[in-house]
């Protein structure tokens, strides 16, 4: 079984992290689309045409199941996705969504994610059909700072403390009682300590990469390597496989020692 | 004549604005490729493929002068742009330096930019050539933080305060007397007062938008209009439109009423 990930950068490895943990056995492609990241700013159509160039990529490399690792993508292209790949396609919207649902006692949701995630409303979607509400924000400095190596900084204390203030205020004025928050991107699990320490007990975090891989071993069956052959890990990059060997290191939490650069055009 | 601005995005925005004020009679096409920004985190190859697909675009739409109004696609792509298009062209960076060589008593001067835009060292060769001595350094989070809007911001504040002091206490290691800083990326004019108040009284900005419009209206003689016909002034963008009449309005500080949604691919 080889199981294709893909984001349109180093976000996300923290769902390969989580997979490489559950699966170890898997044969696994990667793709960081990181020559036309973030995706995170940019419009449907966009969004759609390169996620679903990268998925097809990934299935010429061998893949037999897909997963979007991506929060964006998944929002804004998951269907197009499905229409264009002959594999299967698990995006981190519908597990998120899922883990918010096996969370929550008062049934409202909170959702921080990209600006474009927000925009399209995908996780409140996502939780209306499991019978949750949701209040969504973008928070659109924390990628950035995030890729910059500001975790545990002064100014990204003070940048999450805004949002989530922010955050609180506004779903108190709809009158949600929420009881957990989704990390509705990628790269936030990076700042889970932090998020966590600014608000009230009473909310429980849900990281979905962490439930996007749990929802993958609970579907999929891999055998156990059987003698020598170890299992394949093949990273691509769409820009600088430097770079992409550097920062997704944090990300994955071990060292990439080879990362193949691809041109997908534009 | 029609002179063609180019930029990744919105910061090519500032360059338009100061072309507008010293060349008012011209007609004016703007690209921004903001389907396939930021370019200042990705790689010379990368970039330099972008940058030259939307030039040609812009000699397409009639531009017979070209302004490359981005630091990083004028440090890693303007040998790339001029030899792929039949008009001249004028980046950034050359222009900056030229501006600092009229400024500087010491000699010695700051270069705040993109990390791609640092990478290359296109500054420094630049201040090289004038005999000029720059020290340059990369400020990630500026253009994140100028697109969220957070001018005049704490979060702001705060950054450029750890960015600044650490650019002077790394310039002066190295036994530097500047008295000059470039604002090496076209979104930082926005921030130019912010940056003035935190650095010593000695040490003047130089804004390489205002001094690349300068060097354009030097160079060219527009004839005033004649009669009705007002200049043309057409706007093109890679993503959405709505976006970029609402965050370019910021930088153009002007309304911009319509903007055309090409695909240059990718």
């Known amino acids: 079984m080889n199981i294709g990930v893909f984001d349109s950068g180093f976000g996300?490895?923290?769902?390969?992290?989580?997979?490489?943990?559950?699966?170890?056995?898997?044969?696994?492609?990667?793709?960081?689309?990181?020559?036309?990241?973030p995706y995170g700013a940019k419009s449907q159509a966009t969004v759609a045409r390169y996620a679903v160039s990268s998925a097809r990529f990934l299935v010429d490399q061998g893949a037999d199941y897909i997963v979007i690792?991506?929060?964006?993508?998944?929002?804004?292209?998951?269907?197009?996705?499905?229409?264009?790949?002959?594999?299967?396609?698990?995006?981190?919207?519908?597990?998120?969504?899922?883990?918010?649902?096996?969370?929550?006692?008062?049934?409202?949701?909170?959702?921080?994610?990209?600006?474009?995630?927000v925009e399209s409303h995908a996780y409140a979607a996502a939780c209306r059909k499991r019978g949750l509400r949701a209040y969504e924000k973008a928070c659109p400095l924390l990628v950035p700072l995030t890729e910059e190596g500001w975790i545990d900084h002064p100014v990204t204390e003070e940048v999450l403390a805004i949002y989530l203030t922010e955050l609180l205020a506004e779903s108190a004025k709809t009158g949600l009682k929420p009881d957990t928050l989704v990390l509705g991107c990628t790269h936030y699990p990076l700042l889970r300590?932090?998020?966590?320490?600014k608000l009230p007990p009473t909310i429980k975090?849900?990281?979905?990469?962490?439930?996007?891989?749990?929802?993958?071993?609970a579907t999929l069956t891999i055998p156990a390597p059987t003698g020598e052959e170890s299992p394949q890990r093949t990273f691509y990059a769409t820009d600088s496989v430097q770079k992409f060997r550097n920062l997704g290191t944090r990300f994955l939490g071990r060292p990439i020692d080879y990362v193949q650069l691809i041109d997908l055009g534009g």
Do not use: H, K, M, W
Request: proline share 3%.
């Open 12 to 37: 996300g490895l923290t769902v390969l992290r989580a997979l490489f943990d559950r699966l170890p056995a898997a044969d696994y492609v990667y793709l960081g689309d990181t020559a036309r990241l």
């Open 69 to 117: 690792a991506c929060n964006t993508a998944s929002a804004l292209a998951l269907d197009a996705i499905r229409d264009a790949v002959p594999v299967p396609v698990l995006g981190v919207i519908e597990t998120g969504a899922d883990a918010a649902q096996g969370c929550t006692n008062s049934g409202d949701v909170l959702v921080i994610a990209t600006a474009a995630t």
């Open 193 to 197: 300590a932090s998020i966590e320490r």
């Open 205 to 217: 975090v849900i990281d979905s990469a962490d439930a996007t891989a749990a929802q993958v071993a």
